[in-house]
Each structure stands twice: as structure tokens, then as C-alpha cells.
């Protein structure tokens, strides 16, 4: 534990430690830097999108040390030592993560632009509760907002994810 | 302004908080508190009232706990998140209304990264918790390097985002009395859709003796430039039996007390006229859980 | 292809079995561009790059109307970092804007007319000091009065926003079929209300920008995310000064569009001259904030409707209507145009005139906005058929059903339908909601119905609706096609790969898009009026016909047959005559290209002015659109008398498509219709302006959009019509629903509690005081 106050000066960049996607990066990083242009612009990872810069969309939306939070008002300097997971880590391989599959399956995907922050609320979610209903699945994704599909086959695409995850599990 | 980016900010993270009242101490005005960041990072990027020092005290871990006892009552850490509440034990025991409240909070992002602290600082007349912490007899305790202060929580709004905080203070906690077991609670709020700001909204705490209402605390949000208990419709229910006349007739009461405006999210007519129900709403809910306890 | 060498073909054992009539149309093939969506790799504009790339930043006046006296830039241009400042100075006076009125140019002139109005551009090094840098400019203004309604901006004494237009009024539309003063003369009733919709923003979930590259030889190269690369590109050359081959749209990601890149955006043309200013790319991204009040909108409506009936039909209707056009006039009279005509065509009627005024007003701009004018007429038309069967005892479906138009009609307006499936749809949807059974208190079903366009012709250019696509087969049978619309969203890419595969017997694996880039995609006007499904599935058609036909050639030779007597089926060529003699595509591909030197390449050029000229009667109407769908969208709500709140249980949507190329995307676009159509209906809460003429909204926190939680249950239903005017029967339908939901929710209320909102968006707060009324009247 560090006891020493720790003071990032305007203007001055400092160094950070941070995983994202399993991968250690030390980035060099400003204290007004956000997560989000972090990972854009010095990671080049940019499937997270800035959609209103005031976590009114959440289509920035990053799994920040197991939880669903919004890179566009975190602050990249605070997040020293920090594991984060954006929707460029959920790939096995070359094979799509059940989730992304049940979005290209159920024709989820329209423009694509909410899609990340989509896919990275729904992995939060069924890590939480793998079984979820309709209407929880709806609760939980009240703050992702599409403006192509009126939700349904973003919602049939969770129901059918879950499914596949409670399958792998039990295989 | 743009979104995408910050103003520049010189970023203190203190590893304590007595670390971080002495920093604050030692620039009281143009240092300011960064908790979860989810209202101040977007007031810095839509205005120019950003500050040039921000106190980043997020991760502090000895002001993140809730503890609850029958004897002593409630205690949040201000850096308790929304998430925090919706999944405590103690909110489901004791103060339903605060889990009605964060259930339904903004988003889960939000929730992760909100505080409660930084939802009393804030000082919303539209902050949802308000009003259930004003139903609550709650109290917020604040630190700085001089001896530390008590606020009660109907004395800490003074207007529009605008609350008793000194320079150089912090708010630590949230308190809150015991309630009884006789006592229940709900939070009711009208919004425009399921992730909004409310249009009104209304917490009630009540215990019921006899078929009277024994105690009633009544707080509304939305409907007045800070968010407000309505004394008198309280003072009113008080003894009386609780009946949908006497209950009608203090939501009428409490119509007749507010003044809210009209803006883009509702009229002040529907303000008005939906506060009442809101009240009449949450007293019902309030009821209920006291039958099925 | 004299020097065929013929190599004699036996009939083989097995036989070609004939399979579906159709074997990728119809299906619900997998997008081709959503693997790379669901991985985050597909590229938006923001995530363009190109090495050295700048920060572009638009200064906007803060004045709703004002004089610009002078521009100081000198403290912005010294600032470190800053490498261009430009004003209406550095750039050509070119007005951009609709080909009928060009009157924006890309940065203020002397005037700037309205809070958000392109005033000067920086380009620095980062974002925060783009923004810096607008701090530094000095920017004298003389405030001029303002109106922010028509209905001022109209009046005789108002000063003209443009003041070569002499008045706001910036165009006029007016139509008369029949002869509407006799019909209302002859009519048993006449009814007369008026309606009002609002502003809505479009929101996309991308804000609006463009990345160029002016290098220095002379190219310039943008990444703009367009419904229109090719008409972006012919009017950004014209803006600049470039020769159209010197200019290129590049294929970019486009996150949601709904008719607001449609056109050529003034970012476009500042971005290029930031660039070629600096001598770097420069990187012009809106913020979700100039978003809301810099972007185009859709047209605030006033519109009166007047309808005589006589013998229990509609015979003769008056539509009028005022829309806002804002600062700028843009799309507004082409909207205007288009809500009168689609006003002649709901239903059979004998007589309709329209009267239409587009309005400048200091205000956001308005311009396409999905639906096209089809929101403003469609809430006014199906909510006063509701009000006329109500005040007539009618029920609404059969008054309908009676007026419906059917296969092979021709309206007022002189629109041929060759196919029309309204019928069906009106009682698919209402079977959806059950509607012959009771209802609960308090709850109520509404119906309206929908009337489009698909395919326009002469949005752009004079009569032009044309698309072009090229196909290329290789050795292997494998084919890139290359069209000029974009990938937007709804599925161009893969419907148009469905297409193509249909059209020469392939799998789609074997089929490769090129679409939104203007030097690899073929010429094309734009993806608007549901047209890519129209038009470019038509000159794919073309092109797989030429492509067919050079390799039925070589393969007759080969088998020793007639070309005409060969087919092709499921990647081989069959005879005709004997399904036992066939070779594959591969085969004979290869031949064509290892045996005989030659290549395969077919181009179809569709446009429906040359291909239709000799069917009479076809499309008589001024403009007017290649094929017409319908649609009937039902719903039920319950209403909660004492706070006037509302919840949808069901919206059934049954739309006639045609056929559905692929319905997982049919049904994506339905419901994405729903989401806008419901959005203006109940919660997007138009753009409002403060006393000074600013805007309020400038974040989602202020204009709502529906969540997960909002949307209710949608029933997503398709009538297959096969409409001879498409190929396979095919019709563009990703607009009508939403000009559809607002009348179908006012009708629903009024049924519930006897409630008749005429103005939407309809709210809680409207239905409650409406209610109070109600009880007064006792």
C-alpha cells in the first residue's frame, strides 16, 4: 500500500500501470486524460466509443477490475494498477465470445455503434446473474442506448447468450 | 465545451483521508473533492466552472462501508456507491425507500461509480436520495482540519447545487436514526423515461399505533429549488387514522405547500397535481410492507 | 468470342434437382458486416487516424440572428500548436444546399442566423487546444431580431433571414388533383382539424464529422460517414474547387444516420479547408452537445386538415402545412413536397389540393429526417380519420378497410400500385392485438396506417434515381460486387450480397461488397427514400444478367447447346432441356479466363426514367417514387387517469415489403422505425429555445430517448406482396412505421379514455390536463 499522497501536476504526464485485456501496459498519461481516449488514442483499442462524454449513452462502457463502468468519466491517472476489459479482449482465438455470436445470430447489430458498450454491459450482467429474465436483462441495460433497433434483438441476443454461457458451464 | 475532453487539473490522490483534509486544508479554495466523478467530471467538461485542483479521494476504502445497528442506526462512508446501497442488506431490512431509490438510480454504470456522498454534495433538488435522506432524520458529518461538524440533512441545502459545505471540509458520512420495526418506508419518483432525472419525487417514512399514523415524515424532490420535508402535512397526519380521506386530504395539504416551476421535463401543473399522487403512492407502498412485515 | 474452343459436355448421372424458386432471398443470412461490429474493428470516423492528423473545432455564434461585424484571429493563430484558423475568407463562396436552393454557405458570410452557425474553424494538435484556440477569436456581432416560429418569421415585417429570398418563406408547394371545391361542395361532411408535430433531433448514437486529407498533390480524401458518398463527393468538389476526380469518399463506418447524412454537411467542406490550410489531415468530430443544436433536425409541422365524405368514403381532402425549416433551407422544400404528395396517396380518393410554405426560422436546421415528411402528414391524416369515424359512428378499421387502396391502383396523385398489401396489413395487425376481443377499462387499441415512398426520383439531379453496380466473377465463381450506397446500418451490404448470390446461383461466401467508397464503388445518388433496396438491387440484376449472359455463352459452347437454353442454378449452368447436362460456374470461369483470355465483368445501370419510359402510366406523378409500401401499426395502452401516465402493451407493425430480402434485417429496420416513431410520439422533446433564441438541450439528459425498459412488446410482421416493380418483388420499407406510431397512439388514447392530443409529442402532462377538462365538463 502506498502511503505517499500522490500528486499528478497539470500539464505533466505520468507513468501508469495498467492491464487491459490481460495485457500489462505502462502508459505515459496526463491527469485530465479519460480511460476512454487512453485506450483510443495511446492503445489504438478503438471499438470503445465516445458517444456523449457524459455518461448519458454508455457506449463507452469498460469492465474496470470486474465491474461495468463508464471510461468517458474515468479519470486514467486514477486508474493505476487497474485490469481493465474492453470488447477487443473478448475474443477466444479467432472465435467470437457467445455473446458476440448471439448478437451476429440474432441480428442485433445494426450501425454497430453501441455495440461494444452493449456487449460490455451484457458480459457484466450474466457474470452477475447468469440466468436473468426479460425484464432484468432490460433493467440492467436501461442506460445503453441504441438508436437503430428498439432493443428487441439486443435483448433476444442476452437471452440467447445467457443460455449459451449456462451451457459451456454445465458442459 | 466539448465532451471528449477535460480541462487540465492538477490530480491529488491522497492515500488517507487525513491526508486528504490536510491537502484540503492547505488550499481550501481552489482545491475540490473528486469522489465517483459521474456529476463534477461532467460539470468540468460542459462549463467553466472547473476547478484547478481536484482531490481525487475515490479509493479510499475507510469511507466505503455501510454499518448498520437497531441501536445506533445507519451509517454510510460517503464513498458508499449507489451500487453499494442497492445491494445492502441493511436497505432491505430497514430503509426500503433507499433501495427503491437505488434500484432504479440513472444506470449500472452510474451505480458502480456514483457515491452517496457525492450524491448529498451534489445537491440536486432532483437528486433522487435526497428526499429519503430527509425522510430519514439523516445527518451528514463532515471533516476538515478544524473540529468536525454534524449537519443536519433539512439544513444542508441552501439552494440549487448549493449546500453548508465549508471550504476545506469533506463530507465523510451519511447518518441516519434507528427506525423502528413498526416503522416503514417508500420512495416514489415520476420520471420521463426508466433512465431520467424525476419530474417529482416523494419518500415517506411512517409507523402506524392503533390504527394512527404514530410518526409520518414526508419529503418531496423536484419541486423546489432544494428538496423539502412538508411539515405541516405531516403535523396534519399525525394521530389521525389512516384512511384514503385522511390520506387524500394530506397530499391536498401537500399540493398547497410546494411551488414547483415548469421546465422540459414536466409542468408545474403536473408537478403539482402528481406530487400528491406520488405522495399518496409511496404512502401506499409504505403500507403494504408494513402488512407484510 | 469466335475463338471458343467447344469441348462437348455428357449428359452425367446425377441430375440438376430444381430447388426453391428462391434460395438466399427470403433468408435470414448472417450480416457480413457483423463480425466486425460485434469485435469492435468495424472503423468509425473517430477511429480514422491518418499520421500527423489534427484536431478540427468549429466556432458557432452564441447569437440566434446577428451581423458579424469582424473576426479577430491573430491570438488564436499565435497560440503553440495551432496550425489554421480559417473564415468565410479562406474559402470559395460556394452555397451548399438542395440543387433547388442553395443557401448555406460553409462558414457565416456577414450574418450568422442561428445559435450554433458556423462562424470559424481551428485546426491544432489536440482537442483541448482546438478548443483553446476558439477562446482566442474575436468575434464583433451586431445582435438582428430573431423569430424562432414560422408563424413570425412569416409576417410581412419580418427582416429575411437570406436577404435574397426577399421573404422566410423560403419555398412554397402547391397541388391540386380533381377538383377539391367542387368535392367539398358535393360532400355529405366536412371535417377540419389541425395537427401539430415537433422537432426531433436525430441522435445518432455517432455525432457527425468528417476526416480529410487535402495532400499536396492536389488530392483531397475524406472519410465522412454518408448515406450518399457520391453526391457528398460531387458537391464537396464543387465546394472546394477540385475536379471531381481529385476528390474521394472513403468507405468509413456510419453509426446511424435516419436522413441526417444525406446531404453535404458544411463540417465537410471546413474540415477539407482546415487541411488544406494546414498542410495535415485534420480530424473534425461534433460533440454530443453541438449535436443536439448543429446538426440537422427534423421539420417541426403545422398541418390543417380538411376532409369532405360522401357516401361514407373520403372524397375529397385539404391538407396545408407550415414547416420549420430553421436557418437554412436545405432539405425543406423537398420534405415539403414530399408530405403533400404522400398526403394524395393514403387512401382512394376523387379530389386533394395541397398548400405547403417551408419557413426560415432562426433556428437548428431541418432537414431529412427518416420518414421524410410521411411523421408531419401521417399523425395528422390517420388521427382525423379516427376523429371522422368517431363524429360519423364508423368503426375506424372498416372505414378504413373501405377506403383502402388495393393492387393496381392508381391514386389521385397518379402513383400506380403494383403491388398493395394494405388489406392484409390492417388485418395482420390487428389480429396481432387480438382486436376483436373485449378490453379492460381504461385500456384502448389504436390503428393507423402508413403510406411511403422507395426509390425517388430526382432528389439530387433533375429526374435522376439511377444506380449503378459492376460485377466481377473471378476463376473460382466468387464475385465482388460494387455498388454506390453505404453500409448506414440497415443492411445494405448484405441484402445487396443476398441479391447478387440470388442473381447468379452462389452462396454468399462466394460474394464479396464493395460499397461507400467513391473510386471502388460504382455510381450511385444515395441512400435515401428506402431506395438501395429499389435501385441498386435492380442494377445488381442488370449486372448479373450481363455477367449470366457472357457465361451462358461460353458455356453453350462447351456443352455443344444454345446459350438460351442454359440456366444457372446453385453455382453450376444447366440445360434447360436436359438436367444432366451441366457444368459448374467454376468451370466454365475458368475457362473463360485461363482457356480464352478474357474476364468476366457485368454493369447494370438502373434508373427508373430510362427503364420505365415505355411502360405508360407508370409513374405520371411529379418526381414520384418506383414502388410504394404500406403499412398498418397497431397498439394497445392502458392509461392511469390520475397521473395521465401511459404504457404501451403491444405495437404490431405490419408492413408491406414486397418481399423481405432477409428478414432478420426487415424486422431490425421495423423496429427500429417503432423506436422512432414512438420517441417523437411520447418522449423526444423537440429543441427548445430560451428568450435569447439558444437552445437548452444539450445532452441526453435533457432530450430523452426510450430504454430497454420503455419499449414495449413489438410484433414485427411482413406481407409479402412480390411487387413487380422490384426485382424479386422486392420494395425499400425502413420508413413508414414511424411515420405511422404517432396516429396510432393518439387513436389508442382517444379510445381509452376519450382523450384527443393533437400535438405531439403526447405526454402525461398533456393527457392529464385533458382529463381534468373532462371532469369539469362533467
Known sequence: MTIETKIHEAGVKQAIHLTVNGDSYELLVFSNDTLLNVLRNDLQLTGTKYGCGTGDCCACTVQVDGQSMLSCLSLASDMDGASVITVEGLMNGRDLHPIQESFVEHGAVQCGFCTPGMIMSIKSLLEENPDPSETEIRHYLRGNLCRCTGYRKIVDAALSAAKKLVEARSQ | MSTRVLPEFTLIVPPTLDAAIAILGERPEQARILAGGTDMLVEMKCSDRGAKTLVKIGRLSELNFITYNPARGLTMGALTTIRAI??????????????????????????????????????????????????????????????????????????????????????VAITAPELSTLHSSAFVRFTRTAEDLAKVSAAVVLSIDDGKFSDIRIALGSVAPTPIRVLEAEDFLKNQEVTDAVISKAAKIIQAAIKPISDFRSTAEYRTDITGVAFKQAVAIALARRTIQ | MNNIQTKKIKPRAESRVSATPLRVIGKRTKRLDADRKVTGLELYMEDINPPGALWGKILRSPHAHARIISIDTTEAERLTGVKAVITFRDILPYKIGMPTLQDQFALCDDRARYSGDEVAAVAARDEGLAEKALKLIKVEYE????YLDPLDAMKDSAIPLHEELGSNIAVEKHLEYGNTDKGFADADHIFEDTFETQRQCHVCMEVHGCVADWKSDGTLSVWTSTQSPHTVKRYLADAVGLPLSQVRVNRVGVGGAFGSRTDLSPIDVIASYLSKKSGKPVKLLLSRQEEFYASVTRHPSVVTIKTGVKDGKISTRHVSAILNGGAY??????????????????????????????????????????????????????????????????????????????????????????????????????????????????????????????????????????????????????????????EIGAGYDTT????????????????????????????????????????????????????????????????????????????????KTNRNIFLSLSEVAEHIYDGLGLAILGTGIYDPLTHLADEKGYHPSPGGAIAYPFCAVALDISVNRETGQFKIGKIASAVDCGRAINPTIAEGQIEGDVFHGLGLATVEPGLLYNAAGQPYYQNLVDYKLLTTVDMPEMDSILVETADPAGVYGIKGITQI?????????????????????????????KILAELKKQQTRG
Open chain 2, 86 to 171: 442497492a445491494d445492502s442488506p441493511a436497505m432491505k431490512q430497514s430503509y426500503s425507500l433507499m433501495l427503491d431509490a437505488a434500484r432504479d438510480f440513472a444506470n449500472i454504470q452510474i451505480m458502480n461509480m456514483g457515491t452517496i456522498g457525492g450524491n448529498v454534495c451534489n445537491a440536486s433538488p432532483a437528486g433522487d436520495f435526497l428526499p429519503c435522506l430527509l425522510a430519514m432524520n439523516a445527518e451528514v458529518v463532515l471533516r476538515s482540519s478544524a473540529e468536525p461538524r454534524i449537519v443536519k440533512l433539512s439544513e444542508f441545502f441552501i439552494g440549487p447545487r448549493k449546500s453548508q459545505i465549508r471550504p476545506g471540509e469533506i463530507v
Open chain 3, 143 to 146: 445582435i438582428l431580431p430573431f
Open chain 3, 329 to 486: 433551407t436545405t432539405q425543406t422544400g423537398a420534405v415539403l413536397g414530399s408530405l403533400g404528395w404522400k398526403g394524395a396517396n393514403y387512401y382512394q380518393i376523387e379530389n386533394y389540393k395541397f398548400d405547403g410554405f417551408g419557413v426560415l426560422t432562426n433556428t437548428a436546421v431541418a432537414g431529412a429526417y427518416r420518414g421524410y415528411g410521411g411523421p408531419q402528414v401521417g399523425f395528422a391524416l390517420e388521427s382525423q380519420i379516427d376523429m371522422i369515424a368517431d363524429r360519423l359512428g364508423l368503426d375506424p378499421v372498416e372505414f378504413r378497410l373501405k377506403n383502402a387502396n388495393q393492387t393496381g391502383d392508381l391514386t389521385i396523385a397518379g402513383s400506380l400500385l403494383s403491388a398493395c398489401g394494405l388489406t392484409e396489413c390492417i388485418e395482420k395487425a390487428t389480429e396481432s392485438l387480438a382486436w376483436k376481443e373485449p378490453k379492460p377499462s381504461g385500456t384502448g387499441r389504436g390503428l393507423a396506417i402508413g403510406f411511403g415512398e422507395s426509390g425517388w426520383r430526382g432528389a439530387y439531379y433533375n429526374n435522376s434515381d439511377v444506380s449503378v453496380a459492376t460485377i466481377k466473377m473471378n476463376q473460382d465463381a466468387s464475385i465482388h460486387v460494387s455498388v454506390g450506397g453505404s
Open chain 3, 496 to 575: 445487396m450480397g443476398q441479391v447478387a448470390a440470388e442473381a447468379l446461383g452462389l452462396p454468399m461466401e462466394k460474394v464479396k461488397i464493395q460499397s461507400g467508397s467513391t473510386d471502388e464503388a460504382a455510381y450511385d445518388t444515395g441512400m435515401y427514400a428506402s431506395r438501395g433496396a429499389i435501385t441498386s438491387a435492380k442494377a445488381i440484376s442488370l449486372a448479373a444478367t450481363e455477367v449470366s449472359k457472357q457465361l451462358c455463352q461460353v458455356a453453350a459452347k462447351m456443352m455443344d447447346v444454345q446459350a438460351d437454353a442454359l440456366f444457372i442454378e446453385d453455382q453450376h449452368i444447366v440445360s
Open chain 3, 737 to 765: 412505421v414511424t411515420s405511422t406510431v404517432g396516429a396510432a397512439l393518439a387513436n389508442a388514447l382517444f379510445d381509452a379514455v376519450g382523450v384527443r392530443i393533437k400535438e405531439l409529442p403526447i405526454t402525461p402532462e
